[in-house]
């Protein structure tokens, strides 16, 4: 079975600043999803950005882009120019690319609580 | 385009009941799944949906069940609730073709069992 870790429970940034979470997983698989979820107060989870494995260009989304390692199996999110309303739980998510999506469904980390200072 | 919703958004059970909750997915959206959230356990996946079958599912006790309908919308199903059942309950939908796309989440369904 897959794993996600996320090994920051919280973490806080200046408003304007830069910060980058953590996410590390753990699979035998070569093809597979990954993604970064935002879950604020309204609990509403929120994709963030998604990097399908075979790719090797890092995706970007406007303020966020993601370093995707795959050989170290590490795949942690840059916010950059922090807004006030990026405060959040973040969640990392695994997803086997395997037709039918693999017997897991989403696979999520523990999650990292994003504090954004004014 | 409308979200995923998910019916109700607050419900407060007695333990020994059972609770249906509802997810309308997002129009064209065939698949459908569900996911239980807790402070103690996080995001755990519960099943998935596809075309009215139940293509995977998690690793949870058989008083959790689902079903999917001809028109895509899903309920979920817990009979005999226990009080560790309390949780936010979450369904995603996704357009599941020939690619995976990702998943949608509606607001969830927050579960309360007394």
């Known amino acids: 079975a897959q794993t996600v870790t996320q090994s920051q429970p919280e973490m806080s940034v200046q408003e304007a600043e830069t910060v980058t979470l953590s996410c590390t997983y753990d699979?035998?698989?070569?093809?597979?999803?990954l993604f970064w979820y935002k879950q604020p107060p309204s609990r509403q989870m929120i994709l963030v950005i998604r990097?399908?494995?075979?790719?090797?260009q890092n995706a970007t989304e406007n303020r966020f882009s993601v370093n995707f390692q795959k050989a170290a199996k590490s795949f942690s999110l840059k916010i950059s120019d922090s807004q006030l309303g990026d405060a959040a739980m973040y969640f990392c998510?695994?997803?086997?690319?395997?037709?039918?999506?693999?017997?897991?469904?989403?696979?999520f980390g523990k999650g990292t609580h994003l504090i954004i200072q004014p | 385009k409308a979200g995923v919703t998910q019916t109700p958004r607050y419900l407060i059970k007695t333990r020994g009941q059972q609770v249906t909750l509802s997810c309308s997915p997002i129009?064209?959206?065939?698949?459908v799944s569900w996911y239980q959230q807790t402070p103690g356990q996080g995001l755990q996946f519960l099943f998935e949906?596809?075309?009215?079958?139940?293509?995977n599912k998690g690793n949870f006790p058989g008083r959790f069940s689902g079903r999917q309908f001809s028109n895509s919308r899903s309920e979920m199903n817990v009979s005999t609730l226990e009080l560790g059942d309390s949780a936010l309950y979450l369904c995603?939908?996704?357009?599941?073709?020939?690619?995976?796309?990702?998943?949608?989440f509606g607001q969830g369904t927050r579960l309360t069992v007394v």
């Open positions: 995603a939908s996704s357009s599941r073709g020939a690619t995976y796309t990702e998943a949608f």
């Open positions: 699979t035998s698989e070569s093809d597979y999803y």
């Open positions: 990097q399908e494995a075979y790719k090797q």
């Open positions: 998510a695994y997803r086997s690319a395997r037709y039918g999506g693999g017997a897991d469904g989403l696979t």
């Open positions: 129009s064209g959206h065939r698949s």
């Open positions: 949906y596809f075309s009215e079958t139940q293509r």
